[in-house]
């Protein structure tokens, strides 16, 4: 059962932020490491085809199935995006994971990415966006530098990274908590960090998931707040193809 009640203080902030004069509310959905079909990928195709809610899957291109592309016709608003090559860490143990780092040639990066672009974007063709998510939402300056040669048009990361040489559709609020539960972060914390976000004047708001961790928890506040959206004048979800377009802007 949907409980709302908790987003209270969302819903609030929001009337209070138009009453003011602020444009509606815009956010947008990304899903990271899909590979194959799963009945927990299943769980959040039927959510979201439930609230008409547009999700872009970052799609780990070395490790995609047949069965993934399968398992997505017929649901019409989901896009699939790059991530990365294969997500493995290229980094020493004493730094940060990170798969798109300055710690191999640059040609190699190179030929992956370029791989991987050209595989999803045959596979999917209109589902395809030429949108890059950095395994980990880490990326070196000198890659990005080369992105837009293979066929980019946009990054997405995490937070408020930003690169001058390409197009930046971030998202801000990961609604998992990987530190300690490794399960969906409290209630509370989240909608406290997209009021935030409401009030730096972030859009759109991009909300992180990742289907293939999702507990109980994860799924009843995507749940709850899906509705709140729905039945909200001044919320809305807008497409990956959405913000790709207007990041150009």
Not at 31 to 56: G, H, K, M, N, Q
Not at 95 to 105: D, F, P, T, V, W
């Amino acid at each position: 059962m949907i409980d709302a009640s908790s987003l209270t203080s969302l819903i609030n902030a929001v009337y209070e932020h138009t009453r003011a004069g602020g444009a509606p509310v815009q956010l947008w959905l990304r899903d990271d490491d899909a590979t194959e079909p799963s009945e927990l990928l299943s769980r959040l195709l039927v959510l979201t085809e439930r609230f008409a809610v547009p999700v872009c899957l970052a799609v780990i291109p070395a490790h995609a199935t047949q069965g993934l592309a399968s398992q997505l016709e017929g649901h019409g608003s989901v896009c699939v995006a790059v991530h990365g090559w294969s997500h493995q860490n290229h980094a020493p143990a004493s730094e940060k994971k990170q798969e798109l780092g300055a710690h191999r040639a640059m040609k190699t990066i190179r030929a992956e990415l370029s791989t991987g672009f050209k595989q999803l974007s045959r596979q999917y063709r209109s589902r395809f966006v030429p949108l890059l998510v950095p395994p980990w939402n880490r990326i070196d300056a000198s890659v990005t530098a080369t992105l837009s040669g293979i066929g980019f048009e946009a990054l997405s990361t995490f937070g408020d990274q930003s690169h001058d040489s390409i197009a930046m559709m971030n998202t801000h609020v990961d609604i998992i908590d990987w530190k300690q539960t490794r399960g969906g972060r409290e209630t509370d914390q989240l909608v406290a960090e997209l009021i935030a976000q409401l009030k730096q004047g972030t859009r759109p708001i991009g909300l992180l998931t990742h289907h293939l961790v999702h507990d109980d928890a994860a799924w009843h506040f995507l749940e709850a707040l899906f509705a709140v959206v729905e039945s909200h004048p001044d919320m809305s979800w807008v497409s990956a193809q959405h913000v790709l377009e207007h990041s150009h802007k």
